[in-house]
């Protein structure tokens, strides 16, 4: 599956914004997908996860983020968003989308190895 992430950007400090990550290809009737960012000099981190199988579906943040961002998915369009709001400096990096079609347990959302598929990443930047 191809994975198309978008809406990145600039905002300052408390502003918002929406990423959104488009499949194409093939959908999953169940599946895992995930964004994880990437900031200078440190390594690829987990943001967030939503999981489905049947009509159910959950989701998973990081700490970091909790309260804050909210990852939700259009069926669709095949479209998984992660909406930002309160962004702080330190939520800079490039943010990547990933999928797969196994259902992952909630031990292993969080790892990026069990992801199969990626975007391209997108930029974003908060001010100060």
């Known amino acids: 599956v191809q994975l198309q992430a978008s809406g990145g950007g600039l905002v300052q400090a408390g502003g918002s914004l929406r990423l959104s990550c488009a499949a194409s290809g093939r959908t999953f009737s169940s599946g895992t997908m995930g964004w994880f960012r990437q900031a200078p000099g440190m390594e690829r981190e987990f943001v967030a996860a939503i999981r489905w199988s049947g009509g159910g579906y959950q989701t998973y943040y990081a700490d970091s983020v909790k309260g804050r961002f909210t990852i939700s998915r259009d069926i669709a369009k095949s479209t998984v968003y992660l909406q930002m709001n309160s962004l702080k400096p330190e939520d800079t990096a490039v943010y990547y989308c990933?999928?797969?079609?196994?259902?992952?347990?909630?031990?292993?959302?969080?790892?990026?190895?069990?992801?199969?598929?990626w975007g391209q990443g997108t930029q974003v930047t908060v001010s100060s």
């Open positions: 990933a999928a797969t079609s196994r259902v992952l347990i909630m031990s292993s959302v969080r790892t990026e190895a069990f992801y199969d598929d």
